[in-house]
């Protein structure tokens, strides 16, 4: 079963994500949230090409929508390495 690994932005990016809906929505949403991220994760390591290719911004990258955030990932050996997690209203060139 393939794997995903966040690397060391994603784990940021994430980190970010449930301070801010911990803050502004509470512990169980913050929670829910997580977990549906987890979920996508999982996902996208099992079913890689349902992300769209980005080849116009980086070479090798995809990206796939969740909520009001876009996963940013590469394939790494079988696996995917999840690179960025950022906010639709973000400007993705300039911070991937």
Known sequence: MPNYELSNKAEKDIGGILDYSYREFGEKTALEYYLSLKGTFELLSEQPQIGRKIEHIRTGYFRHEH???????????GDILIIRVLHESMDFERHL
């Not at 909520?67 to 050996?77: G, P, Q, V």
């Open 67 to 77: 909520a009001r955030h876009t996963i940013f990932y590469s394939l790494k050996e």
